[in-house]
């Protein structure tokens, strides 16, 4: 843990909804220093021009390394492997990254060439500390590299790590609901408008990236399973929702998972319970997860609901909740 | 079959969603003739003043059975509970009837009882025709009492049918996402725009009523499985998905997977095989299931996505598919 | 008038929201045939697998004249200032033409220079009759090119007709609120669902080209006035409202308003006039427009409020209405 | 201006949207304690149940009067009438009330029974000061009875009042798009979510209530004109933007009214200038009022396009806003 006054954070790749939002944050953060703010395609143009409500009064420069590592820590918001290579550039500088791509999250390196391709900086994986903060807490404190949690697994592990711990899940279905912002600010004939008002869409059926993201943090925790996942896409801005279909590996009945839960979850700030399914409207634009599980006994199986905003618990309210924790701030400040 | 030049057709409980969409079919249809609308709530208003676009210029009257009992057939779209009554003296009149409600569903009257409670008429029961055409067209064609199926079941057994057939189904969830016209027209905390809005909420968890109607059909066509159902509420109007994780009871491949589809829908006018997940915006306003089926074999599911138009093969314009089968009309007559 | 037992239709630009509902409604014509559909960027593909629900089974080829000339007639929709060339071939090889761009329907080739730039064909312009069907009946009947109206002055000039012919219109104010289908296809940072989803924006202020379209067609019903005209893009599909300020010439009431509106509309097929002020779902899916007029007594002014689907009365639907004059049809034939 | 270390603060009415969120920003207000939430419908519920998001833990209670008077202040959300019997027992016993309805908004007793029917407390009008901070922020300070704005006054004024000053309203219509949220919590046929969806729809059309607040305003500030307004609903939940449709009584240039708008509002720190028109998504879950003006030269007309949150500055961001300033606390604490 470092201790620094009023430390400096520049947010690599402001433009897009996460990296815009992680720059908000880290702008109202009663701590934290907004320093820079950065894109490629929108360079020259205020951030409160692209993003008014967000107001940050600060324009959008081209990424400098000279100028722009110069701060105690960055946000860096890149796509998939554009990514590592930077953030590389800025550890060897020794600027703290939290990383929101998925470039740093899957531990092993043949896993992450099978679903995104070949890593551009491999040696740096061990690096990482995986930014779901509520399992890995304790490492976060010390990280000076961490690789942000993808949404869906944020939500997903966050639902069934109190399962994967007791060795409850058998088999496990997680059907996933999310808004058009996780699709990203690109326009695209799916992110049209027309293409998602009423509409309902499954989308990287058997083989969306998150996948193997989910299986190695539920491992993790104990339960060895090959998760079936599937998104689907539904008219709404930001939310998430995942449903946990688990079969259980031996028998539980109501008052077992209840305790599981309560006994995970207590003391934790950013996990709600409810006895009733959450809806996404429940978190929107909070570092919530809000979580029920129920025991349906006439089909033997585990529901478990959980729902967060995909761009703040899911995306860049995380990441200040972890960059919290790397400068020994209250976890909470600024997101609460 | 009956043949009839025009046969006139009451609905009943025209002034819901479903109703009115019923009554506008009828009063389009080439053949039916719309002879009366009826409604408790609403008698006294214009059609086209509580739904312009349907265009239907009929008034609504409180039901009068001496008057609207003169007619060949009957639709009626009554709450469940409240339906077994009327169509009960509607048959002994020798009306025929298409029963939008539940009530003469499910064909074991335990079954019925436990889910919804006693049953009014339950020597009326074996009467019934299940009015899910595609699997009963032959029966429905001589039939003089339909109970057409609830909305959920209409996507999901489309979509397993093959599957059931097979021998295939091990075990299987359904996760299903559904507009808010499925709720009705009543205005509740619930249907409220604001509470509907950029959300998204699972609801009846494990213990949805449209459960055990789905059981009760793949039973019938061999699967002998205890379904996990949950609907989830999203933010649009009309459109259903299921989205159906199927664990195999014995191995299988794409190709078969594909085949069980092809053979099982190639003739079906209102089936349609997709390659891609279908979404709901691609059947709104049709008679249309559109269905994809693909085989996980990283995880070992077999994954159906089946999309509807709750209020259109989900409901009322099924109810017409299965009037032109009881009237020797061509099946598609209406709704193409 | 010209009297064809079945005539061809080819669809140019059915790749797109406008066009390819032309194409639809075309296809289950009773009377018209689909003889072809054309698409620059989509040509090869299925329009059944772009726009699944219109379940129009052909594929979009590239435009060829030597084959797509040889049609009765042809729906162009193109964008504007691309559409007149092709239209003018079209003309030369004697296909009738139903014009969905603005290349047309500026009488004055200097108002047209003025909104849009150079016209490619100006000796065509006299050629061509403004489609809308109710002020135009009796020339569009023999019309070979007809310049299909802009949605906004459809509604608008249907709205207010009524007060132009009666000399009631002093000044007028139209505050329209479109659906995001009007704005087309493309993928941009404005048809984004995350730029549109709970927002309204205003555009085109003080400058939209539909402007001089409805001062033309005031004119030409005796109300020479500059209008005032600002849209406004609302979070839905299809649909279109215009709510016109009139501060009358003289001094009018009540009684007059409706007598007006009633004269004016009483034997129109496809105009309502409806006692509470519409709204867009009112005539989603069709060819009307409904409208309402009102006294605000206290302010002096008459209001006026009109409704239309843009897709459909606004632009494809009517498209139709004036085939079927061009061709001898019933009015309403295949759009009722 | 009263000097209290950290004043408590009741919410009246606290389970509609209004109070609700009036609650919430008590509750995160670093120097307000919430000190009691009251409810007639909902007491005993936790207002984190109903609404989740919110995050304020404290339950629903009915009102009474011996415990509830025990503050320093009193946020009263109750409907119309209902307001001014409390406030009038309130502020006998020396609580200091922001009143959330219209019955203190209008100075002049008939035009209050005009519209809303008798006055329950006649006597009490002329000790509300008008709560539009931006216009009575000196009276504000020391006021004991607030009346706070209703949100298309807020909206309305704001855009207006440079214009109003210069003596340069001639004549103006106010056409005005609003979110659900404005219509408040109650289920009813006009806020389900299949009647709101997909449409926009007119209302109170001439006849809003909101009007002679908007009159009175003007009027204040110069401009003696009966407004033109009518509100539509649009499917979205918060937000709200005013289209200012101002025919000058005199000549004016965009250099001018840029002059004006920019002296109006260059140090206020809610309202923003914008060159480009805003959307209600630039002032979501803010205490903004965005505004932008222009000179339409060809029809000879001033446009001004003001957007707000309807819940936010249109109602309960705005009620803290003033209660900051009646307790010496800087204006934007608790709500920037």
New interface residues.
């Given amino acids: 843990m470092l201790s620094v006054p009023s430390p400096s954070v520049a947010v690599l790749g402001a433009s897009g ?1 996460a990296g815009a939002l992680a720059a908000q944050l880290v702008w109202r953060h009663p701590t934290f220093e907004l320093a820079a703010v950065t894109s490629r395609s929108d360079a020259g143009r205020r951030l409160d021009d692209l993003y ?2 967000h ?1 940050v009064p600060l324009t959008l420069e081209e990424l400098d390394l000279d100028r722009h590592a110069e701060v105690d820590a960055a946000v860096v918001a890149y796509p998939h492997g554009a990514s590592a290579q930077v953030v590389s550039e800025l550890v060897a500088r020794e600027v703290r990254v939290v990383d929101l791509s998925a470039d740093f999250r899957l531990r092993d390196p043949d896993v992450y060439e099978h679903w995104y391709g070949d890593h551009p900086v491999p040696d740096l994986i061990d690096r990482a500390v995986y930014g779901l903060t509520e399992l890995y807490r304790d490492e976060l404190a010390g990280a000076d590299l961490v690789a942000n949690p993808g949404c869906f697994p944020t939500a997903a592990v966050l639902s069934l790590a109190p399962l994967a711990r007791a060795g409850l899940i058998g ?1 496990v ?1 997680i ?1 996933a ?1 999310t ?3 996780g699709a990203g ?1 690109a ?3 799916k ?13 990287g ?2 083989g969306h990236r998150h ?1 193997p993201e989910i299986d190695q943090e539920l491992a993790a925790l104990g339960a060895a399973v ?3 996942f ?1 998104p ?1 896409l ?6 998430e ?1 995942v ?1 946990c ?1 688990v ?1 259980p590996a031996r028998e539980t009945d109501e008052p077992e998972l209840r305790a599981l839960y309560d006994d995970a979850y207590a003391g934790e700030p950013f996990v ?1 319970l ?1 006895d009733r ?10 570092n ?1 997860c ?1 979580i029920s599980v ?8 585990i ?1 478990v ?1 959980g729902a967060t905003d995909n761009l703040w618990k899911g995306t860049s309210s995380q990441a200040v909740q972890n960059l919290n924790l790397m400068f020994g701030r209250p976890e909470g400040e600024g997101i609460s």
């Fill in positions: 909804f008014p409500r107001r088999d279905v059907d609901k808004g058009v912002s600010r326009a695209t004939e992110t049209h408008f027309v293409a998602v008002d009423e509409n309902v869409v499954p989308y059926v058997a996948t090959t998760t079936t599937v689907h539904v008219p709404l801005d930001q939310g929702l449903s279909y079969t709600e409810a399914p959450p809806g996404v409207r429940d978190v929107r634009d909070t919530l809000r129920h025991h349906d006994t006439r089909a033997g199986k529901l609901f």
